[in-house]
């Protein structure tokens, strides 16, 4: 059975640093990867994702992920936060043919203080 | 496109009473998820349907909890009797599977049982 682990609970950095959140999975199969954000008292959205192709991802607002299949990692790093980045993040795998069913990681809170 | 669109997006009700919530997917999507997110145990997915067809409800608690999707634009996810340990977030969720499995989720229903 596939699994996620997001190795960070917290992460808290302040404006303009860099930031990773890490995330590895584990799965027999291939797979899709996702990464999810979600800001406090609203519902998920997705960031960014890994289907095929190319394994370095990225989102329109700076963030990125890279798919290491022999590491089984996919982080998400972004080289310069804001403080509109506070917020939850999810990292999420779908194995192919299971009808897009995704397993959640159990997130990652980043925090961006000024 | 109006989005995944849940009702109602707050309950607040008395434990042992009956709880509907309900999910309209996006047009076109052939595929539908229900989500329980609480602090202690994350982002659970609970029960899958594709083609209007329940695929995977092992994540279901138990008996108290049904969903059905009588067509491919209407869910509901039932709780009868309500326990304060059902307090959670509530997320529904569509994809299609021609779309790269990437899921789409609602703003969620937030339950409060006391």
């Known amino acids: 059975a596939q699994s996620v682990t997001q190795l960070d609970s917290q992460v808290p950095v302040f404006e303009e640093a860099p930031v990773e959140l890490r995330c590895n999975y584990s799965?027999?199969?291939?797979?899709?990867l996702f990464w999810y954000v979600q800001y406090p008292n609203q519902g998920l959205q997705l960031l960014l994702k890994y289907l095929s192709g190319s394994t370095l991802v990225k989102s329109i607002n700076g963030f990125e992920a890279e798919f290491n299949k022999s590491q089984t990692s996919f982080h998400l790093r972004k080289p310069s936060v804001h403080i509109s980045d506070t917020a939850e993040y999810f990292c999420?795998?779908?194995?192919?043919?299971?009808?897009?069913?995704?397993?959640f990681g159990q997130g990652t809170e980043l925090s961006v203080k000024p | 496109d109006a989005g995944v669109i849940q009702s109602p997006r707050h309950e607040v009700t008395e434990m042992g009473q009956e709880v509907t919530l309900r999910c309209k997917p996006i047009?076109?999507?052939?595929?539908l998820f229900w989500y329980r997110q609480t602090m202690m145990r994350g982002l659970e997915l609970l029960i899958y349907?594709?083609?209007?067809?329940?695929?995977?409800d092992s994540g279901m608690p138990e008996d108290r909890f049904s969903a059905k999707m009588p067509n491919a634009s209407f869910s509901t996810l039932k709780i009868q009797p309500s326990e304060p340990r059902d307090s959670a977030v509530y997320f529904c969720?569509?994809?299609?599977?021609?779309?790269?499995?990437?899921?789409?989720f609602g703003e969620g229903s937030w339950l409060t049982v006391v």
């Open positions: 799965s027999s199969v291939s797979v899709y």
């Open positions: 969720a569509s994809s299609h599977r021609d779309l790269g499995n990437t899921i789409y």
């Open positions: 349907f594709n083609n209007n067809v329940p695929i995977d």
């Open positions: 047009s076109g999507h052939n595929s």
């Open positions: 999420a795998v779908s194995e192919f043919n299971q009808g897009g069913k995704l397993i």
